[in-house]
C-alpha cells in the first residue's frame, strides 16, 4: 500500500518534472503521487503544489509523461470532489483550459479523460465549464475538441439534465461545419437532444434550422427524425378501375358502341411529407402564406404562391389531417380565394400543383370537405383549356370521396346525376363509381337508393360492357333491393317506351308516393 503524500515527495516531484531528467524518471516521480492519491487524502497544504505538478506533467512534449500525468490529475480531481471541493474552485481558472485542450486531443483516451474531468469540475462550477465547451471547444477550430464538446453536452443531458437551449446557435453553427464528421455529430447530437423535447421546442428547432440556413438534406434529415408520436398512416389510393371485360363473340346485338377517348395522363407527383408538432406553427405557417396570394398575380408573387400551394401538399401528406384536422380546415378556409387564384394560374406548373392541392384535400379529409365543394365543383366548370387534363381528375375525386361518401343525401343525388351527364357528354369512365354506387343502394334515405338504382339502370342503357362486372357485385347479395335490381338488369332491354331520363323518372316518383299519389 503506497505511503501518504508528503512535503518531501511533492517537492521532488516540481523539481524532477523542471530539470531535464529522463523522462521515466519524471514518470516514476508522477506515479507515485497518483498512487498516493488513489489511496489516501490529500493534505490540504499541499494540494496547489500537486495541482501545479500535474498540470506541468499534463502538458509535456513526451506521450508517456503526459499520460502519467494526465490520469493523475483525474485522479485528482476525483479524491477533491469528495474530500474537499472548495480547492477545484480555487484551481479551476488554472486546469480548465488544460482540460479543454485535452478535449481535443488526438488519443480518444485523453479526450475521455478531459470529457471526465469536465464531468467533475461542473459540480463545483457549472457555469464557468459550460461557457469553456461552448465557447473554447465547440466555437474553436480543433474538429475533434468539436465532437467531443458535443458528445459531452449529449451525456449532461442525458444524465444529469443539463438545459441545452443556450447550445442551439452553437450547434446552428456546426451542422454548416467544413469537417463532415463534424455535421454528422452535430446532427445526431441534435437529433438526440430534441427527441423527447416538447412539441414547442421542436417547433422552435424547425425555425433555427430556417434562420441559420442549414443546407436542406441536413435539415430534413433531422426532421423527418423528430416526427410527431402519431405518423401519418397509409392512405390507400383510390380503386383502380378494373380492366375492361371481354364482349362476347355475338356484339352485333349489342348497341353500337360510342368511341370514348383515352383519359390523359393526370398523375401529380406525391409531395413529401411534411410534420408539425403544435397548433401555433401550423398556424404560423398558414398565416405567413397570406402575403403571397394577395391582389394578382405577379412575377414577384408567383413562384412563392406555388411554393405556398406546395408545402400545402406537404402538409397534408404529413400529420394535419390526423392531428390538426379543424385547425387546418379553417386556415385553408381563409387560403381557398388564393387557391382558386392559383388553379386559374396561366402558368401551367403552378395551376397543376392548385389542382393537386384539391385533389389530395378531398382525399385525405372526405366529407369534411362538404362546405367547400360548391366553389370546387363551380371552379373545376370554369377551368381553363390548359388545365383540361386536371381539372377533372379534380372533381372526380371530389365527387367520389365527398359528395357521394358523406351524409347529405342532396349531395348524393347530385353527384350521381353528374356522374351519368359526365359519361353521356363526355365519355367518363364510370368504372371506379361502382363500389360506390353499391353502397348507396343500401343508403338510408329511399330518394338516394332509388336514384342509385337509376343510375346503375341508366348507364346500363348507355353502355353493356360491364355488365358481368355489376353483376357479380351484386350477386349473392342479402339486400331485397341489390336483389330487385340484379333481377332487372338480367332481363334488361332497350325500348322506346323506357324514360329517357331515369334518374327524374325515379324522383318524380319517389316524390308522388310520399304525396300519397299513385302512379
Not at 408573387?301 to 390526423?322: D, H, P, T, Y
Not at 331515369?502 to 299513385?518: C, D, F, M, P
Amino acid at each position: 500500500m503506497a505511503e501518504k503524500i508528503s512535503d518531501d515527495q511533492v517537492e521532488n516531484l516540481l523539481r524532477v518534472l523542471r530539470s531535464d531528467a529522463a523522462v521515466d524518471a519524471k514518470v516514476n516521480h508522477v506515479t507515485a503521487i497518483k498512487s498516493g492519491i488513489k489511496q489516501h487524502n490529500v493534505p490540504d497544504h499541499l494540494v496547489p503544489s500537486i495541482f501545479d505538478a500535474l498540470r506541468l506533467a499534463s502538458s509535456s512534449q513526451h506521450a508517456v509523461l503526459v499520460n502519467a500525468g494526465f490520469t493523475s490529475l483525474n485522479h485528482l480531481l476525483t479524491r477533491l470532489s469528495r474530500q474537499e471541493p472548495k480547492f477545484l474552485n480555487r484551481e479551476l481558472k488554472a486546469t480548465l483550459p488544460l482540460v479543454i485542450d485535452k478535449l481535443g486531443d488526438q488519443k480518444e483516451k485523453f479526450r475521455t479523460l478531459a470529457a471526465q474531468a469536465l464531468t467533475t469540475l461542473y459540480a463545483v462550477a457549472p457555469a464557468d465549464v459550460e461557457r469553456m465547451v461552448r465557447n473554447i471547444a465547440m466555437a474553436g477550430k480543433n474538429p475533434r475538441a468539436k465532437e467531443a464538446g458535443m458528445q459531452w453536452v449529449l451525456q449532461m443531458h442525458q444524465e444529469q439534465g443539463l438545459q441545452f437551449r443556450g447550445y442551439v446557435p452553437t450547434l446552428m453553427d456546426l451542422l454548416e461545419d467544413a469537417d463532415g464528421m463534424v455535421r454528422d455529430v452535430a446532427k445526431a447530437t441534435v437529433i438526440e437532444l430534441f427527441r423527447n423535447s416538447p412539441n414547442a421546442a421542436k417547433s422552435d428547432l424547425k425555425r433555427q434550422l430556417k434562420n441559420f440556413k442549414v443546407r436542406p438534406a441536413i435539415e430534413q434529415a433531422i426532421v423527418k427524425e423528430l416526427l410527431p408520436s402519431g405518423t401519418r398512416p397509409e392512405t390507400p389510393s383510390d380503386m383502380a378501375p378494373p380492366s375492361r371485360p371481354t364482349l362476347a363473340a355475338s356484339t352485333s346485338a349489342l348497341p353500337s358502341e360510342r368511341p370514348i377517348t383515352p383519359a390523359p395522363d393526370v398523375r401529380t407527383d406525391k409531395a413529401e411529407p411534411s410534420y408539425v408538432n403544435t397548433q401555433r406553427e401550423l398556424e404560423d405557417i398558414l398565416r405567413d402564406m397570406h402575403l403571397h396570394f394577395e391582389g394578382r398575380e405577379s412575377e414577384q408573387n408567383w413562384l412563392k404562391r406555388e411554393e405556398s400551394v406546395k408545402k400545402l401538399r406537404r402538409l397534408i401528406a404529413g400529420n394535419v389531417a390526423q392531428d390538426f384536422r379543424e385547425p387546418f380546415l379553417l386556415g385553408f378556409k381563409a387560403l381557398l380565394d388564393g387557391i382558386i387564384k392559383a388553379v386559374n394560374s396561366l402558368r401551367t406548373s403552378l395551376s397543376k400543383e392548385g389542382c393537386a392541392l384539391v385533389q389530395d384535400i378531398a382525399h385525405a379529409f372526405g366529407p369534411g370537405m362538404d362546405p367547400l365543394k360548391e366553389k370546387f365543383r363551380t371552379l373545376a366548370a370554369q377551368a381553363l383549356t390548359t388545365l383540361y387534363a386536371v381539372a377533372p381528375a379534380d372533381v372526380e375525386r371530389m365527387v367520389r370521396n365527398v359528395a357521394m361518401t358523406g351524409k347529405n343525401p342532396r349531395a348524393k343525388e347530385a353527384g350521381m346525376q353528374w356522374v351519368l351527364q359526365m359519361h353521356q357528354e363526355q365519355g367518363l369512365q364510370f368504372r371506379g363509381y361502382v363500389p360506390t354506387l353499391m353502397d348507396l343502394l343500401e343508403d338510408a334515405d329511399g330518394m338516394v337508393r332509388d336514384v342509385a338504382k337509376a343510375t346503375v339502370i341508366e348507364l346500363f342503357r348507355l353502355w353493356f360492357s360491364p355488365l358481368s362486372l355489376i353483376l357479380a357485385m351484386l350477386s349473392n347479395s342479402p339486400n331485397a333491393a341489390k336483389s330487385d335490381l340484379k333481377r332487372q338488369l338480367k332481363n334488361f332491354k332497350t325500348t322506346k317506351d323506357d324514360p329517357k331520363n331515369l334518374i327524374t323518372y325515379y324522383i318524380a316518383k319517389h316524390q308522388r308516393e310520399q304525396n300519397g299519389v299513385s302512379m
